[in-house]
Structures are given as structure tokens and as C-alpha cells.
């Protein structure tokens, strides 16, 4: 019995000695190797990231498109150098990895006629990010979903939209996308006046408004351009229908509409400008 556990400790320790000490050696280079990789990607897209000269940098938009791209080169490094770990300390177990490697390529050509549409996806995914469409934070619709990009991956984007349901779309099936706060964003409202009303006097009041907004320490900042009159959108049955549209920030542009109506509405009731509701005219025929 004696003889036989110290021959299962002289293997044991012949073992330890001559595979084990490499094999912890793989896992002390494999674990820092990984923390200086990220490090090295991560000032790399730093750098290679271009910082868009219409938003200032403190908005965050830039800092965005760099933790999405960081996540997911990272991500993909991890995995790389984990697998090469993985084959480096099968093949010092003593395990053959040349039959491993050959059945993995037969099952990757196989999973290859299979999974066409899970590459179309992360090819696709791949010029998404590289092309800068959108990021993380972006509201954007992809064909009817709109909402805001909570995620991106090589595979799918993650989209929360306005009702707090998350979408997941695969980037295989994304034909156009509309981004709605890339550079800057658009605050844009239609507002109806009585047929009855100057609409020059109108125009004045509205733009009046949209000065006042600058002013506001609350929304200046915001605003890049000032909500003003553009042009008479619509002659509608009850209303002659006034276009205003202002320059925001990206993202802002609800926020704006928002308050601009409830000054205007203010506005128009101070000045007495009518905003009409429905109405039907009849005539009686005379007998």
C-alpha cells in the first residue's frame, strides 16, 4: 500500500514538475496579458475615435461610440486569447489537439451552411460600429421600433423604447436605421391658429418665445438654434397650421417641443391668439 502511494506521488509530482509548473506559467502570462490588452485597446480607440466638433465633449456623446467599441474589441480579444489558453494547456495535459482542431473545422463547415444568417449579422454588426451609426444612449428606429440604444454587441442592438419595453433586433435584419440624435436633433411642432388670425402677428409671437428660451438659463443650453416660425405647413379645415422647428442638442429635442408648447400656449392666450378646435359650418336651405 506504502509503495503504492508513493508511486501515485512520484508520478504525481514528475507530472506537476514537468506539466504543471507550464501550465501555471500559461495562466501567469494568459491573466495579465488580458488586463494589458484592454488597456492597450482602450487607449487605442481613445486615439482613434475622432471627437465631432459640433458637440462639445463634456455631453458624453463621443465618450459613448468609445465604451461601445471598447466592449466589444475587448470582448473579442478575451475570447481569442482564452481559446489559444485553452489549446495551449489541453496540449500540455498530453491531449492531442490536431484530431480537435480537424473535427472543429468539420463542424464549422457544417455550422457555416447553418449559422449564414448569424455571420450576415455579425458582419453587418461589425460595419455598424466601425461606421459609427449609432451608440449607446442614441435614440434611433429600426424599421417601426424606435427607442434608445440601451446595447450593442456584434449580433443584435438592444433598443428600450418610450413604454419601457426592450427590443432586441439582430443587425442581420436591419435595412435602414433613422437616428434622431446624432450631431444634433430637431425640435419640431405643428400649431394650429384660427383662419380669423394675423399670421405675421403669430410668427412674431413664436419667435419671440423661442428668443426667450435662449435666455433661460434652464434651456439655453440646450438649444442650439432657436425654436422660430418656418413656414405655413397646412390650410386645415378649422385651423391655418404654423411650422416651427429649432435646432437642440442630440436627445433633446421632446424636451424642447414640450416646453415650447406650453409657452406658447401661455403666449397665444396672453396675446389672445386663437387656437381653434374642430368645427363644422352648416347652412339651412331656404324653403
Not at 501555471?24 to 494568459?30: D, H, K, R
Not at 455571420?119 to 442614441?138: A, M, P
Not at 422660430?228 to 435646432?247: H, P, T, Y
Request: net charge negative; proline share 3%.
Amino acid at each position: 500500500m506504502a509503495d503504492t502511494l508513493l508511486n501515485v506521488w512520484n508520478i504525481a509530482s514528475n507530472w506537476i514538475i514537468e506539466h504543471g509548473i507550464v501550465i501555471l506559467v500559461i495562466l501567469g502570462i494568459a491573466i495579465p496579458l488580458q488586463l494589458i490588452g484592454k488597456r492597450l485597446i482602450a487607449k487605442s480607440i481613445s486615439k482613434a475615435v475622432a471627437i465631432d466638433s459640433l458637440l462639445p465633449t463634456e455631453t458624453g456623446i463621443e465618450a459613448k461610440r468609445q465604451e461601445t467599441l471598447i466592449r466589444i474589441f475587448s470582448g473579442l480579444f478575451t475570447i481569442v486569447l482564452w481559446v489559444v489558453v485553452l489549446m495551449m494547456v489541453i496540449s500540455e495535459i498530453g491531449i492531442a489537439i490536431g484530431p480537435m482542431l480537424a473535427a472543429a473545422g468539420v463542424a464549422g463547415l457544417a455550422v457555416g451552411f447553418g449559422g449564414q444568417y448569424l455571420i450576415h449579422d455579425l458582419v453587418t454588426g461589425t460595419f455598424i460600429i466601425l461606421e459609427n451609426q449609432y451608440r449607446v444612449g442614441d435614440l434611433i428606429c429600426i424599421d417601426t421600433v424606435c427607442g434608445e440604444v440601451e446595447d450593442i454587441s456584434l449580433r443584435k442592438t438592444t433598443l428600450r423604447d418610450i413604454d419601457g419595453v426592450v427590443h432586441h433586433i439582430p443587425h442581420g435584419e436591419v435595412k435602414v436605421v433613422a437616428n434622431r440624435s446624432k450631431s444634433y436633433s430637431k425640435a419640431s411642432i405643428e400649431l394650429g391658429i384660427s383662419y380669423d388670425e394675423d399670421v405675421e402677428r403669430a410668427a412674431a409671437v413664436i419667435d419671440r418665445v423661442g428668443q426667450e428660451m435662449t435666455r433661460d438659463p434652464e434651456w439655453k443650453e440646450l438649444l442650439i438654434d432657436p425654436p422660430a416660425f418656418l413656414r405655413i405647413e397646412d390650410f386645415a379645415d378649422s385651423a391655418v397650421v404654423l411650422k416651427i422647428m429649432g435646432a437642440t442638442r442630440p436627445g433633446e429635442q421632446f424636451r424642447v417641443a414640450g416646453e415650447l408648447r406650453k409657452r406658447l400656449k401661455a403666449a397665444f392666450d396672453d396675446e389672445g391668439i386663437e387656437i381653434p378646435f374642430p368645427q363644422r359650418v352648416i347652412h339651412q336651405a331656404k324653403d
